[in-house]
């Protein structure tokens, strides 16, 4: 895994593969910090499930042994001194909060935000994921439901795709600064 | 810069271009998005191969993703499934590979045996 996007792409697989309706996904940025909240209405993890969820001997999948997803989240959380929290509840949904020291050496590049919602927006399971990047006053927001509206099948057409990056790219930015 | 009226307008030439892509009876080509998958590159995969399927116009293909397909030393990987529901499973594609299977599986209906799984395994 090379930047921030690729670890946030993998952690809305999660949700995906929890039969989630909704996913959420917040980047507040501040002086200091990124921080990161993932909601989603999926199945849910009970106590036990959640306890082990950052082990990455821990998997609930039958294909292989190694779970690798929330683990690696929560290393670059602690090797840029910032917080990792999981909240779950079985049959309401899981909400992960994660604070990143932004200009702590060892933070990640933010890496291609844009290429990863439309990732996740063309995803066959998907119905709905909303995307906000806050910094200051401004935001940024991208939802499903709307941009899928605007497109309808084209969506998943690599010409859309492609400008649609390059448009989220470049409103993210703006907000950024 | 890309404005609103960009997107739109290539909103509707992809409309006008697009037939019936989803139909039944086309290939499904399935893309490994595991951890695994997506540390291997999945991603370019899959954006390769919808660069691929849009260039050359071929309209009876559905390009979707799936979880880890629990073989992540081959990532990535792909599985075709054709119209009679064989299933091909694609390990360590590369970009050039994808134009090889697309010419070869897809549109000449030669699956590259040397490339699947089964093959690279053994």
């Given at each position: 895994m ?5 670890y ?24 200091d910090?990124?921080r ?8 849910g993890m009970d106590?036990?499930t ?24 929560d290393?670059v ?6 917080t ?10 899981t909400n ?19 290429e ?12 709905d ?5 806050e910094?200051?006053?401004?935001s ?5 439901s709307?941009?899928?509206?605007m ?5 998943s ?14 409103e993210?930015?703006?907000?950024r600064? | 810069m890309?404005?609103l009226?960009?997107l ?8 006008k ?6 139909i039944?009876?086309?290939y499904?080509i399935?893309?490994g ?46 599985e075709i499934?054709d119209?009679n ?6 390990c360590?594609i ?6 090889e299977?697309?010419?070869?599986h897809?549109?000449n209906?030669?699956?590259i ?7 690279r395994?053994?």
């Open positions: 090379d930047d921030l996007a690729m946030l792409f993998d952690l809305t697989q999660n949700a995906i593969r929890a039969q989630a309706k909704h996913i959420r996904m917040t980047l507040h940025e501040t002086t910090e990124l990161l909240t993932l909601s989603d209405d999926g199945c106590e036990q959640l306890e082990q969820a950052t082990s990455p001997y821990f998997t609930t999948r039958t294909t292989r042994k190694v779970g690798l997803g929330l683990s690696m989240i290393m959380a602690k090797q840029t001194e910032g990792f929290k999981l909240d779950s509840k079985p049959g309401i949904g992960l909060y994660v604070t990143f020291h932004h200009h702590h050496i060892d933070m990640p590049a933010i890496g291609n935000l844009g990863m919602i439309m990732m996740i927006a063309i995803h066959q399971d998907v119905s994921f909303t995307f906000i990047y910094k200051e006053e401004q940024y927001q991208f939802i499903l709307d941009i899928k509206t497109f309808l099948e084209t969506l057409t690599y010409s859309v795709m492609d400008a649609m990056t390059q448009y989220i790219n470049q993210i930015n703006k907000v600064g | 890309k404005s009226e960009d739109q307008k290539l909103r509707d030439e992809a409309l271009k697009m037939n019936i892509r989803y039944k009876g086309g499904r399935q893309v998005m595991g951890t695994c998958g997506i540390a291997s590159g999945a991603k370019q995969i899959l954006q390769g191969f919808l660069k691929e399927i849009e260039a050359r116009n071929i309209t009876n293909v559905a390009v979707t993703q799936v979880g880890c397909m629990g073989e992540c030393a081959y990532e990535p990987m792909a499934i119209e529901g064989q299933s091909f499973v694609y360590t590369t970009q050039p590979m994808i134009t299977i697309i010419e070869s897809l549109i209906h030669q699956p045996q040397k490339y699947l799984l089964a093959n395994k053994s």
